[in-house]
């Protein structure tokens, strides 16, 4: 499907797919966002597992529809077992998104991340500027887990990236975008700053593009209509808490809310799509 033949219809489709289908997503994720990720899944109509030990990921890649990889907290033997999950998960086709948070920051995130990408290529990888960076081999200074390069200073790297991967890249910022191999690329301009104050936000981002990525065989459009839910949902939720005098604490219950019940006529009239040539 080409760029130009995505519109908000078809991204509404594939959020309904999610809810009617229910896939399992297999998650190896960090310590902090897991119930996170996992409400958010549930949230938006899929079914979570947080699975690590090494003894059972290879099985429970054969049963799941999507794995998400997050090297957010990282230890030796959980790269053992994304390693070999990623592997289990190419063999049978099963998609796979990797979330490289905070690489860049030390040596051994950096190899972490090479030792996963020699296991075979993601179908996904999503992340903010500097991460995006980072994995393309370029020098970017990153602050933590916190992007110290905008989403548009990344394009290029993510572009690279795509081609050398033959995968799907998405760079997370103030605006999101996605670009893959082929050289599709679309911006998305929704969410709300205070989205960056709500621990596992962006990393529950790469657990709906997992969702979608098992419902939608075009890892581009699933990766599109995913990151365009996050966050039409989180613009919303964002008015919703201040317009109840509230803050970051209401947003977050928001959130999981608005992904529950977020109905065509708002998704359609708030999304912010960008498609480029």
């Given at each position: 499907?080409?760029?130009?033949?995505?519109?908000?219809?078809?991204?509404?489709?594939?959020?309904?797919?999610?809810?009617?289908?229910?896939?399992?997503?297999?998650?190896?994720?960090?310590?902090?966002?897991?119930?996170?990720?996992?409400?958010?899944?549930?949230?938006?109509?899929?079914?979570?597992?947080?699975?690590?030990?090494?003894?059972?990921?290879?099985?429970?890649?054969?049963?799941?529809?999507?794995?998400?990889?997050?090297?957010?907290?990282?230890?030796?033997?959980?790269?053992?077992?994304?390693?070999?999950?990623?592997?289990?998960?190419?063999?049978?086709?099963?998609?796979?998104?990797?979330?490289?948070?905070?690489?860049?920051?030390?040596?051994?995130?950096?190899?972490?991340?090479?030792?996963?990408?020699?296991?075979?290529?993601?179908?996904?990888?999503?992340?903010?500027?500097?991460?995006?960076?980072?994995?393309?081999?370029?020098?970017a200074a990153t602050r933590g887990v916190d992007s110290a390069a905008s989403?548009?200073?990344?394009?290029?790297?993510?572009?690279?990236?795509?081609?050398?991967?033959?995968?799907?890249?998405?760079?997370?910022?103030?605006?999101?975008?996605?670009?893959?191999?082929?050289?599709?690329?679309?911006?998305?301009?929704?969410?709300?700053?205070?989205?960056?104050?709500?621990?596992?936000?962006?990393?529950?981002?790469?657990?709906?593009?997992?969702?979608?990525?098992?419902?939608?065989?075009?890892?581009?459009?699933?990766?599109?209509?995913?990151?365009?839910?996050?966050?039409?949902?989180?613009?919303?939720?964002?008015?919703?808490?201040?317009?109840?005098?509230?803050?970051?604490?209401?947003?977050?219950?928001?959130?999981?809310?608005?992904?529950?019940?977020?109905?065509?006529?708002?998704?359609?009239?708030?999304?912010?799509?960008?498609?480029?040539?």
């Amino acid at each position: 499907m080409t760029a130009q033949t995505i519109d908000a219809a078809a991204l509404w489709a594939d959020l309904q797919a999610v809810r009617r289908q229910a896939p399992l997503v297999h998650n190896i994720t960090n310590f902090v966002v897991m119930n996170y990720s996992a409400n958010a899944l549930l949230a938006v109509g899929a079914s979570p597992v947080m699975a690590h030990a090494k003894e059972e990921v290879q099985d429970m890649v054969g049963i799941a529809q999507a794995l998400v990889l997050n090297i957010g907290t990282l230890e030796p033997d959980w790269i053992a077992s994304m390693r070999l999950a990623l592997q289990a998960a190419r063999q049978r086709g099963v998609p796979t998104v990797l979330d490289p948070v905070g690489v860049g920051a030390t040596p051994y995130r950096n190899a972490a991340i090479g030792e996963l990408l020699r296991s075979g290529a993601p179908s996904v990888v999503r992340g903010n500027g500097s991460e995006v960076m980072s994995v393309a081999g370029l020098a970017a200074a990153t602050r933590g887990v916190d992007s110290a390069a905008s989403s548009g200073e990344a394009l290029d790297a993510a572009r690279a990236l795509a081609r050398d991967l033959q995968a799907v890249v998405c760079i997370s910022g103030a605006d999101d975008h996605v670009v893959d191999g082929g050289g599709r690329w679309a911006t998305l301009s929704n969410g709300h700053p205070w989205m960056t104050k709500v621990t596992g936000v962006g990393c529950s981002a790469s657990a709906l593009v997992g969702a979608f990525c098992a419902v939608q065989a075009d890892r581009w459009r699933a990766t599109l209509s995913a990151m365009a839910v996050l966050g039409v949902v989180g613009e919303l939720a964002a008015e919703r808490t201040q317009a109840a005098g509230a803050g970051v604490g209401r947003l977050q219950i928001e959130l999981l809310d608005g992904l529950q019940l977020l109905d065509e006529a708002a998704f359609k009239q708030r999304l912010k799509l960008q498609l480029h040539g």
